[in-house]
């Protein structure tokens, strides 16, 4: 999704996009699904690097702010006016001129203060069910999930989160998470192999399921 009001994309992982037909008649939705050609090269991949491409796909839609959402999840109501208040809310902090922001954590998030987001330590982070990337990081985070499908030797351990953690580390770039979770996990399988989670915030403060 490019800009709260932007166009909306729908990637297909696969050349095959039917199941998406209901939404083609919606003037901001754009269904692209996978060519045959690119398709036929990297189906045999594991499943933890074609997620990774698809991100890169996802990344490589505009250098403008994006939000990228995974396929199984369901919206609390207003999500996108609560996401820009938490924004704003960072941002005239004045103290980070990068940094990621999930609509999403498994964990309750605690905070000293009133703020509405909270911070998430490298490493114990998981899920990429929705993430905010501010414009500043787009290129950067494109660039490194590039180099990251580029190396063979990493093609059976590479995660998106995985991917996403390491590159914020290692720019010092901070995660934030909001502290009710924006959007829930429906999805009961999943093709990484990893483990079930839900949001235990999502249902608080008499959020209702869009």
Not at 48 to 72: F, I, K, P, Q, T
Not at 99 to 108: D, F, G, N, Q
Not at 166 to 177: D, R, V
Not at 182 to 203: I, M, N, R, T
């Amino acid at each position: 999704m490019t800009g709260v009001t932007g166009t909306i994309h729908l990637l297909a992982g696969r050349p095959e996009s039917d199941y998406l037909a209901m939404y083609k008649h919606h003037e901001r939705i754009r269904i692209m699904p996978l060519g045959v050609e690119e398709w036929q090269v990297i189906q045999n991949k594991p499943p933890g690097w074609l997620a990774c491409h698809n991100y890169l796909r996802a990344l490589s839609l505009s250098a403008n702010n994006l939000v990228v959402v995974e396929d199984d999840v369901a919206f609390r109501d207003f999500w996108q006016a609560k996401m820009e208040a938490v924004v704003r809310e960072i941002e005239d902090v004045g103290r980070y001129h990068a940094y990621y922001l999930s609509l999403y954590s498994p964990t309750m998030i605690t905070t000293r203060t009133t703020r509405s987001y909270g911070h998430l330590p490298y490493r114990f982070f998981c899920g990429m069910q929705a993430f905010y990337y501010p414009r500043r990081v787009v290129e950067a985070t494109r660039e490194f999930f590039k180099s990251v499908l580029e190396y063979e030797g990493a093609e059976g351990e590479i995660k998106p989160d995985i991917v996403l953690n390491k590159l914020a580390e290692e720019q010092k770039t901070p995660i934030f998470t909001t502290k009710y979770s924006l959007v829930q996990h429906v999805g009961k399988q999943s093709s990484l192999a990893s483990g079930w989670h839900d949001s235990p915030s999502f249902y608080l403060e008499g959020n209702t399921v869009v």
